[in-house]
């Protein structure tokens, strides 16, 4: 079974900083894109970052010079490091990334199970 493993989370001060981590355990053909979401009480889930198998990296305008997403391809892992945090950065982090099982088959979304930061005010 594939899954997607999330860790790093917790509480940090303001202007502190915080290093997530996601790694896809199980078998699995191909990783395209990879990233961060955020998603807060009430809101919908928010595009943080991604990052693809190339590593062309996109960002939200809110986390533009903060944050920086990274890959590890030869660990099936994706990095968020969050420098700068501010408490409306406080959130539930979720992972994904583009899963193709084998060569012929789509690739499907997967998700972590969440990772809650909160940055103290």
């Known amino acids: 079974q594939v899954e997607l493993v999330e860790s790093g989370g917790g509480q940090v001060q303001n202007g502190g900083s915080k290093r997530l981590s996601c790694r896809v355990s199980?078998?699995?053909?191909?990783?395209?894109?990879m990233g961060w979401y955020r998603q807060t009480p009430g809101n919908q889930r928010e595009l943080v970052a991604t990052?693809?198998?190339?590593?062309?990296?996109n960002y939200a305008d809110f986390v533009k010079g903060r944050f920086r997403i990274s890959r590890d391809n030869a660990k099936n892992t994706v990095y968020l490091q969050m420098n700068s945090l501010k408490p409306e950065d406080t959130a539930v982090y979720y992972c994904?990334?583009?899963?193709?099982?084998?060569?012929?088959?789509?690739?499907?979304?997967?998700w972590g199970q969440g990772t809650l930061v909160t940055v103290d005010s």
């Open positions: 199980g078998s699995i053909f191909a990783i395209n894109d």
């Open positions: 990052i693809t198998s190339g590593m062309i990296r």
């Open positions: 994904f990334g583009e899963l193709q099982a084998g060569p012929l088959e789509d690739a499907l979304d997967a």
